[in-house]
């Protein structure tokens, strides 16, 4: 099963961190933040030598021969292991704190190059590899099992350095013998698909640029049939470098840039991903605000979440004391269900089957989708209220916004979201039964295409 949310929230992180344009000006600032990183190798290969000698020296002695020959240094040695260590601990700055730093020109750089060229296979796949480091800020520290710590630090950061300098030149190559994308004669990269233009970055065969057009065709029906086609529209790229992020898709605002993964298939939560992206796209490029924003459809939706959860008609479905719960191999059963902090929702208190005195706890939907069953069944109940999902409540105004896009575009959002929905985007909601014919037709549409 996908885990929607976690694709979401990666989609999230995308979104924000990068801005695609020119390769070559990309470079150039990846190549001045790595310069930044390096440590002067003259010092670093000093400062190696000298912990080498001191460890040496430690591993031949006693531990009382050990404690004569530190107490025997002269100022001069003395000074000379600070200034080491002091080149150890830039070394692993470099590497801690430098990486957070590489991450966004590294991100839009390798991006930029498989957006803007066709490259040779074994190239490519070199890019595609590359562009996996950049997805996330991250700060990795060296866990030190030997004596020498600073040999240590300094190792950590010469493995880091010719990663991103190797890097660096897998850039340099690709962009001297990549050849822009086109749509015409032989070798061609793009294709049409409906109001979009699919560019292969990846070298996919036409079969897998066939599952992609294929998705984005119903993407396009169903967005315009909703009287939202205005976000159908230029080039959407197709990549394989978003994998390890298990990303479907993703919409970089900055720039008005989709991509979408190669390996996708036109399933449901493909499609309604895609939509959702392109909600995002809706929010920034054509949303004027002047019939309401976001945020006040956010606080519409958190008062019907709030009587969803609370009031006197709630439909929240509890669990029981009794009920189960299997999970990592494990049973759980319930004790009771309580209000979580806040007010929030409802969390699940459990004991592990057989072992007396053991105690876990799950939000209450959480609980609910683990077993199978839907927490919010907005397909169901003809008068559902609250949020369409879990991430739209915990996204915020913009997430909430893209999810119910997506949500009406297919013909699924409630009629008690439509309506503020409606009136936030086209300034008048619908009639009863234009929306009923919208839903119909929604569905029909993603059933025949």
């Known amino acids: 099963m996908v885990d929607l949310l976690a694709l979401r929230v990666a989609n999230r992180f995308l979104r924000e961190s990068a801005a695609i344009g020119d390769p070559k000006d990309f470079l150039r600032e990846f190549e001045a933040a790595v310069l930044k990183l390096t440590?002067?190798?003259?010092?670093?290969?000093?400062?190696?030598?000298?912990?080498?000698?001191?460890?040496?020296?430690?591993?031949?002695?006693?531990?009382?021969?050990?404690t004569a020959y530190i107490q025997s240094q002269i100022p001069a040695e003395k000074q000379a292991f600070k200034d080491a260590s002091d080149v150890a601990y830039n070394c692993l700055f470099a590497v801690t704190q430098g990486s957070a730093r590489i991450v966004e020109p590294g991100h839009k750089l390798f991006l930029a190059i498989l957006q803007t060229y066709a490259?040779?296979?074994?190239?490519?796949?070199?890019?595609?590899?590359?562009?996996?480091?950049?997805?996330?800020?991250?700060?990795?520290?060296?866990k030190v099992k030997g004596r020498s710590s600073g040999l240590e630090y300094i190792a950590f950061y010469e493995k880091f350095l010719l990663l991103i300098n190797a890097h660096l030149t897998v850039a340099k190559e690709a962009v001297v013998k990549g050849k822009a994308h086109a749509e015409e004669g032989a070798g061609a990269t793009k294709i049409k698909a409906g109001p979009f233009t699919l560019v292969n970055t990846g070298g996919f065969s036409e079969k897998q640029m066939g599952d992609v057009a294929d998705v984005m065709h119903k993407v396009a029906s169903l967005a315009q049939s909703s009287g939202?086609?205005?976000?159908?529209?230029?080039?959407?790229?197709?990549?394989?470098?978003?994998?390890?992020?298990?990303?479907?898709?993703?919409?970089?605002?900055?720039?008005?840039?989709?991509?979408?993964?190669?390996?996708?298939?036109?399933?449901?939560?493909?499609?309604?991903?895609?939509?959702?992206?392109?909600?995002?796209?809706?929010?920034?490029?054509?949303?004027?605000?002047?019939?309401?924003?976001?945020?006040?459809?956010?606080?519409?939706?958190?008062?019907?979440?709030?009587?969803?959860?609370?009031?006197?008609?709630?439909?929240?479905?509890?669990?029981?004391?009794?009920?189960?719960?299997?999970?990592?191999?494990?049973?759980?059963?319930?004790?009771?269900?309580?209000?979580?902090?806040?007010?929030?929702?409802?969390?699940?208190?459990?004991?592990?089957?057989?072992?007396?005195?053991?105690?876990?706890?799950?939000?209450?939907?959480?609980?609910?989708?683990?077993?199978?069953?839907?927490?919010r069944d907005i397909d169901a109940d003809p008068e559902y209220i609250g949020f369409v999902s879990d991430y739209a409540k915990r996204g915020g105004p913009t997430e909430n916004f893209a999810e119910m896009f997506s949500y009406y575009c297919m013909g699924r959002l409630p009629t008690l979201q439509s309506v503020p929905f409606e009136a936030l985007v086209f300034g008048t909601g619908k009639t009863s039964h234009m929306r009923t014919v919208h839903r119909v037709a929604a569905r029909f549409l993603f059933v025949r295409l």
Not at 39 to 66: G, T
Not at 120 to 134: D, F, G, N, Q
Not at 238 to 265: G, H, P, Q
Request: net charge positive; glycine share 6%.
């Open 39 to 66: 440590q002067p190798p003259s010092k670093v290969e000093a400062a190696k030598e000298l912990f080498q000698k001191r460890l040496d020296v430690e591993l031949a002695a006693s531990r009382e021969e050990w």
């Open 119 to 142: 490259l040779p296979p074994a190239l490519r796949k070199k890019v595609e590899i590359a562009s996996r480091t950049y997805l996330k800020k991250t700060q990795s520290r060296p």
């Open 228 to 375: 939202l086609g205005a976000v159908c529209y230029g080039e959407v790229q197709v990549t394989n470098t978003i994998s390890r992020a298990n990303v479907l898709a993703f919409y970089l605002i900055a720039n008005d840039e989709m991509f979408v993964r190669a390996n996708v298939k036109a399933t449901t939560d493909t499609v309604q991903t895609v939509l959702h992206e392109l909600g995002h796209r809706y929010e920034k490029k054509f949303l004027t605000n002047s019939h309401g924003t976001p945020a006040t459809l956010y606080r519409t939706l958190e008062g019907q979440e709030h009587e969803r959860t609370w009031g006197p008609k709630k439909k929240v479905k509890m669990a029981e004391p009794g009920d189960t719960l299997e999970a990592k191999g494990k049973t759980y059963v319930v004790t009771r269900t309580v209000p979580g902090p806040g007010l929030k929702g409802y969390k699940v208190l459990l004991t592990i089957k057989d072992k007396p005195g053991s105690s876990a706890t799950v939000p209450l939907d959480t609980f609910w989708e683990m077993k199978g069953e839907k927490a």
